[in-house]
């Protein structure tokens, strides 16, 4: 597998989710690795604007031609908005993992929840961990 | 501890993600499983699919324990014909669909799943005591490679003298591609034109290594497992663990083309019962009306209840469709019966509509 690109300014969790805090609202999707894991995204089942999830519950579901996986959230809050393109263009997911590629966004997010969660020095370390397994 | 076909370190050497497939390690794609689908319908693909099983039947009584063992009337067919069929057990419940190659009234080839293979044997030998027949399992010596696809006989055309033209669809020759003898059918599990390729496993680098490299002008693509689940799932042929097993018989399933009922066979006074009877459930083939992948073992709905459950359902490159394959209730399998189909916790629409999805043109 080729190198996978891991943004900054983001965190991310255990399940290969990642979030961008602003104030009390985040943008949630899944990362470069999780996408080149899952292949072709050929579906994204949004979650439902208004449904509440607590950090690390199941929000939503990614799939590619072969498997279905859960997207988790990578912390706790009120969907907001969704990323209504991905009903079309579900291979955004793929292309632009951190930017069109967006899933959903969440309001009434509590920050402190982002020290359950590793920054991106963090991450790679845990994907070269993951790797060398 | 996985078993590995000849080509595993070929499939390594690829990328190839592999996963464990009825016992074996096996290729699920190379790069892009919708690539590989598509190279397939367009122009090539090659696939490793050495974890199938091989037997090998011969005696004076091959014909009768085939009879025994299969549902197709053997002694209809001529040398050099495939024919595929179904074995069933008592009940009529299907123990494997098989492929059968005739080279002589005394010597026939079954070729049967890579899951299935161990349970198959036990099964023959068990059914060959008393008859002259010899059955052997011939498995771990045979690799087996499809090359399918428009550009499939030019490719491998290229590497040998005999003249593939000639065979027909369900026919095989043995002839030497370069220079290995093997058996090679025009035959497949894809819906397109190609051919089936059983040699001996020490030439399974080489002849892997020519076809690829040929193939490369004709755009041949290395393909896996995955691909080759949605060729067939667009073809509307089924795949045995999941769209048939031991608990569904050939009449339930789309094989009753395939089961004789003018000759005597293990399952036959069951599958007539049945028949008489009528049928309580039907697989049928399916396509999404609103937005969701049908997958194997979800609900089917019809009015509030529930009436059934998919075994197969894939996004269909060829077709832009969401496409599956499942059981329903008898009578609920006429086409355009609209049922409902239980994605999470929504009910998704979906049409049933005649197979195969995706026919050739």
Known sequence: MSEHKIQNDLYYNKDHEWVKIVGNEATVGISDYAQQL?????????????KIVKQFERACVVESVK??????????GIVAAVNKALETTPEAVNTDPYGAGWIYKLSGVNAAETSNLMDAPAYKTFLDQDKAK | MLKKTSLNAKHHTLGARMVDFGGWEMPVMYTNQIQEHQAVRQRAGLFDVSHMGEFIITGSDAVTLLQKVTSRD???MT???????VICNEQGGIIDDITIYKYSDQKYMLVVNAGTTPGDYDWIKKQAVGLTVQVDNISDTMTKLDTQGPQAETILQKLTAADLKLIKRYNFIDTAIAGIPMTISRS???????????FTNTAAEQIWDKLLAIGQDYGLLPCGLGARDTLRTECGMMLYGHDIDINHTPLEAVYGWAVSFTKDFIGKAALEQQKQAGLTRKLVGFEMLDRGIARDGYLIYYNGETVGAVTSGVPSPTLGKNIG?????YGLHKLDTIIQIQIRTKLVAAKIVK????KKS
């Open chain 2, 188 to 198: 497949g599990y894809t819906g397109e034109d190609g051919f089936e390729l059983y």
């Open chain 2, 355 to 358: 197979l195969p999805f995706y």
């Open chain 1, 38 to 50: 899952l292949t072709d995204v050929v579906f994204v089942e949004l979650p439902d604007i208004g």
């Open chain 2, 74 to 76: 053997i002694s209809k």
């Open chain 1, 67 to 76: 498997s279905v996986s859960d997207v988790y959230a990578p912390v706790g």
């Open chain 2, 79 to 85: 040398n050099q014909q495939v024919a595929l069929g």
């Open chain 2, 325 to 329: 394959l499942g059981y329903v209730k």
